[in-house]
C-alpha cells in the first residue's frame, strides 16, 4: 500500500523557517518523483518543488527559488522541503505527491497524495 505522510508544518513569523518532511513508503524511490504542492484558501494548487528519480534533480517554482531546497534521504525514503525566509504569502496546505520517474508542476499528473500539513506565516 502506498502512503505519503508530511509533517513539519506550524506557525512561523515572517522571515523564520520550517523544514517539511514527506515519509514515503509503499514505492520504489528510484522510479518514482516526489513532488510538493501548496493550496492557499480559495486558490488552485501549485507545484512548489519536485525532486526526480535516481539521479536527484530538483526543481523548484520561481516563487521560492533562493528560499526553499528539496532534498531526500540517502535511503530515499523520505522527502524534505527546506523552507528559509518565509512570506505570509507561504501561508497554505502543503502536500507531497508522487509520479513515475520524472517530475511535473502538474497537479493532475501525480498519482499518489499526502493529506498534507498546514504552514501559517504570519506574526
Not at 2 to 16: A, D, K, N, R
Not at 48 to 61: E, F, M, P, R, W
Not at 63 to 74: A, E, L, P
Not at 105 to 116: C, E, K, P, Q
Amino acid at each position: 500500500q502506498v502512503q505519503l505522510v508530511e509533517s513539519g508544518g506550524g506557525l512561523m513569523q515572517p522571515g523564520g523557517s520550517l523544514r517539511l518532511a514527506c515519509a514515503v513508503s509503499g514505492l520504489r524511490m528510484n522510479y518514482y518523483a516526489v513532488g510538493w504542492f501548496r493550496q492557499a484558501p480559495g486558490k488552485e494548487r501549485e507545484g512548489v518543488s519536485c525532486i526526480s528519480d535516481s539521479n536527484g534533480i530538483t526543481y523548484l517554482a520561481d516563487s521560492v527559488k533562493g528560499r526553499f531546497t528539496i532534498s531526500r534521504d540517502n535511503a530515499k525514503t523520505t522527502v524534505y522541503l527546506q523552507m528559509n525566509s518565509l512570506r505570509p504569502e507561504d501561508t497554505a496546505i502543503y502536500f507531497c505527491a508522487s509520479r513515475g520517474v520524472f517530475c511535473s508542476g502538474t497537479a493532475s499528473h501525480y498519482a499518489y497524495w499526502g493529506r498534507g500539513t498546514q504552514v501559517t506565516v504570519s506574526s
